[in-house]
């Protein structure tokens, strides 16, 4: 077996594992944020919170989420665009946020003498998408920040950035 397959797999397993993990700490009441009961005047018994709304089974949460793109494939960043604009179309998703972020020769599509899809970035953005590219990645593609897209934000490390919007609960999806 190859390096690759090997590492490919053992993180296929680490992934699961802990989304099982996760869900079996949520489904065991493991949850501190769960409701604390209150008393009541009256008769002294415990009931829950009457202020807060009980959750229907018919509302969605939120749906956050992380577009990452590594490729400087001018065709890959056609196709993460276009995947991102499939997931703005879809209209049983209610997206709630949605970030586009980029490392690496990805880097590339927000320079605005060298991508093709300047209006298209445009446009997302002005639809809510915030689009968020690594610094270590101008630095070592010797790239500007004043070269870039206005749309454009740059933050210290894309990996940092994806690893806190997941720990904010953001789905991630590796385009394209």
């Known amino acids: 077996m190859n390096r690759r397959r090997y590492l490919a797999g053992t993180g296929s397993v680490v992934a699961v594992g802990t ?11 493991d ?9 009541t005047e009256s008769d002294g018994e415990q009931t829950p919170d009457e202020s807060e ?28 665009l276009t995947n ?6 879809d209209e049983t998703t209610d997206t709630d946020a949605v970030e ?9 599509i927000y320079v605005a003498d060298e991508t093709d899809h300047a209006e298209r970035i445009s ?4 639809d809510g998408v915030t689009f968020k590219g690594c ?6 593609f010797g790239i500007d920040e004043s070269e870039l897209l206005e749309a454009a934000t740059i933050v210290p490390a894309s990996v940092g950035e994806i690893a806190k919007l997941q720990a904010e609960g953001y789905g991630y999806i590796k385009v394209p």
């Open 19 to 29: 989304a099982g993990g996760y869900a079996v700490g949520r489904a065991g009441g």
């Open 123 to 126: 446009s997302l953005a002005d």
């Open 84 to 89: 991102l604009e499939n997931l703005l179309a």
């Open 31 to 39: 949850d501190e944020d769960d409701a604390e009961p209150t008393e």
């Open 53 to 80: 709304e009980p959750a229907t089974d018919d509302e969605e949460p939120p749906i956050r989420t992380i577009l990452h793109l590594t490729s400087g494939d001018e065709g890959d960043h056609d196709r993460a």
């Open 100 to 108: 586009f972020v980029v490392n690496g020769p990805a880097i590339t």
């Open 135 to 140: 610094a270590n990645s101008l630095e070592g």
